[in-house]
């Protein structure tokens, strides 16, 4: 039994941690991100989705030189990227309903807005799209399934985008 759990606000936050499908870290010391905002945009994302009741997930914000690594280790890729999508096996996990990581590189977001003259919040929010998009088996390897992804995640965007200001996903300093 977990001490404290007695106590009615302690079990409320409990209840609340569990019920939760959306886990968002910001371990790049060099952007400030509003985490709670950005895990409520994604579990929309999840919402619209229709995934919001069978998927847990959890998204990191990483700097270029730690997306590297991973980017060397998982993909042989030598290089920073913008995300990478981990689907983990939910039996071998023991948790049923994880579905898996999303990572991205916000030093690759900044750059990419200045790059494609595009808002930074909107390229944060358009790589937790595509990064969920590849837990749940859209893939961008071939034309035509780069195509179908990329359709899908601009229409997820543009809905985002009408109900929410995304202004809120940095915090700036």
């Given amino acids: 039994m977990l001490s ?8 409320q936050k409990i209840m609340k941690m569990r019920s939760r499908s959306v886990r968002v870290t910001n371990r790049n010391k060099k ?12 579990s929309e ?7 919001a009741k069978d998927a847990e997930i959890e998204v990191v914000f990483l700097d270029d030189k730690d997306i590297r ?6 993909k042989k890729e030598d290089m920073a990227t913008d995300v990478l999508s ?6 071998e996990f023991g948790r049923e309903k994880f579905l898996g990581e999303v990572v991205i590189s916000l030093d690759t977001a900044f750059r990419n807005s200045k790059l494609f003259g595009t808002d930074a919040e909107y390229e944060i929010i358009r790589y937790v799209i595509h990064g969920m998009l590849h837990l749940f088996g859209y893939d961008d390897q071939t034309e035509k399934d780069r195509s179908e ?5 601009e229409k997820l965007l543009s809905e985002l985008c009408k109900r929410e200001s995304l202004s809120k996903v940095l915090t700036r300093r």
Avoid: C, Y
């Avoid at 400030?32 to 945009?41: I, S, W």
């Fill in 45 to 51: 994302i999840l919402r619209v989705l229709k995934r």
């Fill in 149 to 153: 992804m990329w359709a899908k995640q």
């Fill in 86 to 91: 981990f689907r983990i096996d939910r039996e």
């Fill in 31 to 42: 952007h400030a991100l509003n985490e709670a905002f950005v895990e409520k945009l994604s």
């Fill in 69 to 74: 690594k991973l980017n060397r280790q998982f």
């Fill in 4 to 11: 404290g759990v007695n106590q009615p606000w302690k079990r």
